[in-house]
């Protein structure tokens, strides 16, 4: 008889996203003639550039030719993206890492759980608190996590790291040493971010303990202040402890699309063992490739016309955030992120719980946000909104969050 993996029992039964999915259709069933504005998506909205699209009907030219047609795809992706992602993510900021410390990928949502494959499942993992849900659902997943406390809302055997206002959003040190440590800088979804001297903390503390920094840089794009790094290898001794994810979903509008890529150096080390070898062997094993035409894309988005374009649409989606902040401030709320992120996290009013505020905003604004709670036991009575809608549809949304 064959048995499933019960891990998968354990996982607390109702998405987030389904949860909320499920009330606004409700709501709107019950109200057809209301204008529901979300502010809730975590997806972009602007379409793929036209540098990427050139580049995309190129490569499907090519792929109608037999003399330039494309099969498999190397293990670890085309050489041409992987050095258009040398120079320009890490060369150019100062740092220095090998083509083949370059995996490119489908994603980092793929990566950040895949890469517990190379993993024991005896290893204790902390995470910041509040943060993407993918990191501890997938390491429940693999039986990492102990059981979950439905009270609690937290599993026993994760350290949660809780960034609140207290805590300025940031993690601090925990009192317990942990072997894997999830950053994701700028934060999903309170938008929040360290300094670079922070960061080495960090590594400094993984290196001294003997732990592995997975840091998720997915919104690295967004970043405006000088002393937010770009990439955790900016900071000294980042490749000893370090796996760093990207993604060109957030920056360059690929999640349709599909594109992202994992940096493990060859001097991380357990016990002697390269890590950057396993993931390679895993890779090869149980990855199929990123597409030909999708990697031709992805190096458009180096091109200096693609440069360019991807730059206005992550200033178009921050002017969205600036808008949010500038009139929830007015409206006289507590807020937080939306300067280096496309996140603005806020504090829910007078003593409401995330999701009391979520229905408050659905019923009176007609304004689908997302509940603080739903990202981990610390982000209870927070709230998120996120600058990827319209201008237009923002503009009116916070024009009537002003009116409530
Ligand atoms: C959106 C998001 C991702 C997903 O990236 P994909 O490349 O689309 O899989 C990864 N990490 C965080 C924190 C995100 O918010």
New binding site residues.
């Given amino acids: 008889m064959y048995k499933i993996n019960e891990n998968y029992l354990k996982l607390p039964g109702s998405y987030l996203f389904s949860n909320i999915g499920k009330k606004v259709a409700a709501y709107k069933e019950a109200n057809p003639d209301k204008d529901v504005i979300s502010l809730g998506i975590?997806d972009v909205t602007q379409p793929l550039c036209p540098a990427v699209i050139d580049a995309m009907h190129k490569a499907v030219d090519e792929m109608a030719n037999a003399e330039t047609f494309h099969g498999y795809a190397p293990d670890l992706g085309y050489e041409f993206l992987r050095s258009a992602i040398r120079d320009n993510d890490y060369k150019a900021r100062g740092v220095d890492i090998a083509l083949d410390e370059i995996f490119v990928s489908d994603?980092?949502?793929?990566d950040?759980g895949n890469i517990g494959d190379i993993f024991s499942v005896d290893n204790k993992i902390a995470v910041c608190d509040p943060v993407?849900p993918v990191y501890v659902d997938t390491n429940a997943m693999a039986g990492r996590t102990g059981e979950y406390i439905a009270e609690q809302e937290r599993w026993s055997n994760v350290i949660y790291m809780p960034c609140t206002k207290a805590t300025n959003f940031a993690p601090e040190l925990p009192k317990e040493t942990p072997d894997i440590i999830y950053l994701?800088f700028p934060n999903?979804p309170t938008g929040s971010t360290i300094t670079k001297s922070q960061l080495q903390e960090w590594v400094d503390y993984a290196n001294k303990v003997g732990a592995v920094i997975i840091y998720?840089a997915?919104y690295e794009a967004y970043i405006s202040e000088d002393d937010v790094p770009h990439t955790i290898y900016e900071c000294d001794g980042a490749k000893t402890c370090a796996i760093e994810l990207r993604?060109f979903?957030?920056n360059a509008g690929f999640?349709g699309t599909r594109l992202?890529f994992t940096v493990i150096p060859k001097e991380l080390k357990s016990n002697g063992v390269m890590l950057n070898s396993l993931w390679a062997r895993r890779h090869g094993t149980k990855f199929n490739g990123a597409p030909y035409i999708i990697q031709r894309a992805g190096e458009a988005v180096y091109s200096e016309a693609g440069k360019a374009q991807t730059k206005e649409q992550v200033a178009y989606y921050m002017n969205n955030a600036k808008v949010i902040m500038d009139g929830l401030k007015n409206a006289g709320f507590s807020v937080s992120g939306g300067v280096n992120a496309p996140y603005v996290w806020l504090e829910t009013p007078d003593g409401m719980s995330s999701w009391e505020f979520f229905d408050h905003l659905l019923t009176n604004a007609n304004i689908v946000g997302t509940p603080g709670s739903g990202f981990g036991p610390s982000g209870e009575g927070y709230f998120r909104l996120t600058a990827f809608g319209t201008y237009e549809n923002t503009l009116k949304a916070i024009e009537r969050i002003k009116s409530l």
């Avoid at 994603?107 to 793929?110: F, Q």
């Fill in positions: 975590g994603g980092a949502k793929s950040s993407y994701c999903n998720d997915a993604s979903s957030k999640t992202g």
